[in-house]
């Protein structure tokens, strides 16, 4: 009985750390995507990978380096792939595209 509370209890904090550790990640992978859209040719083509498909660093306290991607349509109508390098910080509510840049 001792050895389930322990057991539960670690599980309880091991999943606190996850979507609190997670929380970050998603804020500025959905930032970049936020911003990155309408910069497109065509924005409402735009496809981007699920969250576990992009890279992810926290490179000092609270700002991000997002490495990633997405697919959309260029001027001829053609599905293209864009990938991209963006840092984001967060400061308390508030998320903050630091900078962006698009590797042709």
Same mark, same amino acid.
């Given at each position: 009985?001792?050895?389930?509370?322990?057991?539960?209890?670690?599980?309880?904090?091991?999943?606190?750390?996850?979507?609190?550790?997670?929380?970050?990640?998603?804020?500025?992978?959905?930032?970049?995507?936020?911003?990155?859209?309408?910069?497109?040719?065509?924005?409402?083509?735009?496809?981007?990978?699920?969250?576990?498909?992009?890279?992810?660093?926290?490179?000092?306290?609270?700002?991000? $380096?997002?490495?990633?991607?997405?697919?959309?349509?260029?001027?001829?109508?053609?599905?293209? $792939?864009?990938?991209?390098?963006?840092?984001?910080?967060?400061?308390?509510?508030?998320?903050?595209?630091?900078?962006?840049?698009?590797?042709?």
């Amino acid at each position: 009985m001792k050895n389930k509370k322990i057991i539960i209890i670690v599980m309880v904090l091991i999943l606190m750390f996850v979507i609190t550790g997670c929380s970050g990640e998603s804020k500025a992978i959905s930032k970049t995507e936020e911003f990155l859209q309408p910069q497109l040719k065509s924005p409402s083509s735009a496809k981007f990978p699920s969250n576990s498909d992009y890279e992810v660093t926290e490179i000092s306290d609270n700002i991000y $380096r997002v490495i990633g991607y997405v697919d959309s349509q260029n001027g001829f109508g053609a599905m293209v $792939r864009t990938h991209f390098v963006s840092e984001v910080q967060i400061i308390g509510n508030i998320t903050v595209l630091k900078d962006i840049e698009v590797i042709e």
